[in-house]
């Protein structure tokens, strides 16, 4: 079994950075190794459904994002450190979300992932003067 663990939220103003990071582990000996895995980052708004923002691809690392934070968030993965980050630049308010890191077998253009099998608890982005 996969496990994600997401950290790096918190609270920035309007313009301002952060950067989410999403710790892979496996809890059973077997299972596939994150490598295996394409990462991706989703947020959920309040009152409004979670979309796909980035993922990033298990091969090549390859990336796709969602129109909204093209330019502006970047993706990557260390495979030694079994860690994905998310580094978030010039920040709006309508980026305020819960941010969840989530695996699955592809990458799909627009940020999406390909049948998610496993989500983390996410984190809180808030941006906000």
């Known amino acids: 079994q996969l496990l994600l663990v997401e950290s790096g939220g918190g609270l920035v103003q309007p313009g301002g950075s952060l950067r989410l990071s999403c710790a892979a582990s496996?809890?059973?000996?077997?299972?596939?190794?994150?490598?295996?895995?394409?990462f991706g980052w989703y947020r959920q708004a309040p009152g409004k459904e979670r979309e796909g923002v980035s993922c990033?691809?298990?091969?090549?690392?390859?990336?796709n994002y969602a129109d909204s934070v093209k330019g502006r968030f970047t993706i990557s993965r260390d495979n030694a450190e079994n860690t994905v980050y998310l580094q978030m630049s010039s920040l709006k308010p309508e980026d305020t979300a819960i941010y969840y890191c989530?695996?699955?077998?592809?990458?799909?253009?627009?940020?999406?992932?390909?049948?998610?099998?496993?989500w983390g608890q996410g984190t809180q982005v808030t941006v906000s003067s």
């Open positions: 496996v809890r059973t000996l077997h299972y596939y190794a994150p490598h295996y895995y394409a």
């Open positions: 989530a695996a699955a077998p592809s990458c799909w253009p627009g940020g999406r992932l390909s049948s998610v099998e496993v």
């Open positions: 990033i691809s298990n091969s090549f690392d390859n990336t």
